[in-house]
């Protein structure tokens, strides 16, 4: 089965996350794509989607909401995952779930919505980003849980299985 991993990253964090979950994908036999939203991947080339986006000032970039919004109508027929990336220290902060994704969910019917902390590089930042990031005195740093992120792609795989034998 052909699975798409769809991906919305600004500075290349949730893209590394989503190269994770596709390399698991692969490794338990599926044949996973990585695409980033912008170059518009179309859904119905695939029998499963994972979509996943980073969070700047509590939203999902609009490029990943736009990419939504127009596929719609297939993603709805379709076994969906989301994730959102961003929190960011220890505890990662913030903890409330992002709207956009659960919105989403609830008009896809998306099997499982899934937050997982980001990663802050200010060398990587732009000038309004770095202000923004020290008004919220938000640490810098890489805050990515990679065993969370392994074990998360697991579950789809292991839920892929059952949809794959049906
Ligand atoms: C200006 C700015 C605003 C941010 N706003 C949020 C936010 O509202 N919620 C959140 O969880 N993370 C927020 N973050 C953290 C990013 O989501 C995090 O750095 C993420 O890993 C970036 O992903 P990317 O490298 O794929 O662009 C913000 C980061 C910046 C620079």
């Not at 990253?9 to 590394?16: E, F, I, Q, V, Y």
């Amino acid at each position: 089965m052909k699975v798409l991993v769809a991906v919305a990253s600004k500075h290349g964090s949730t893209r590394d996350i989503a190269d994770v979950v596709a390399e698991e994908l692969q490794a338990r036999g599926f044949l996973a794509d990585v695409q980033a939203v912008t170059d518009d991947p179309d859904p119905r080339d695939y029998g499963a989607v994972v979509l996943g986006s980073a969070i700047y000032m509590g939203r999902w970039l609009a490029e990943a909401r736009d990419w939504a919004t127009r596929h719609e109508p297939t993603l709805e027929h379709m076994p969906l995952w989301l994730f959102s990336s961003g929190p960011i220290g220890d505890p990662p902060q913030p903890t409330e779930e992002p709207a956009d994704p659960v919105q989403l969910a609830a008009v896809t019917g998306a099997r499982g919505h899934t937050v997982f902390a980001g990663k802050l590089d200010p060398s990587a930042l732009g000038l309004g980003e770095r202000l923004v990031t020290r008004i919220v005195h938000a640490p810098y740093g890489d805050y990515r849980d990679f065993a969370a992120i392994h074990a998360w792609a697991q579950e789809i795989a292991t839920e892929l299985d059952a949809v794959r034998v049906t």
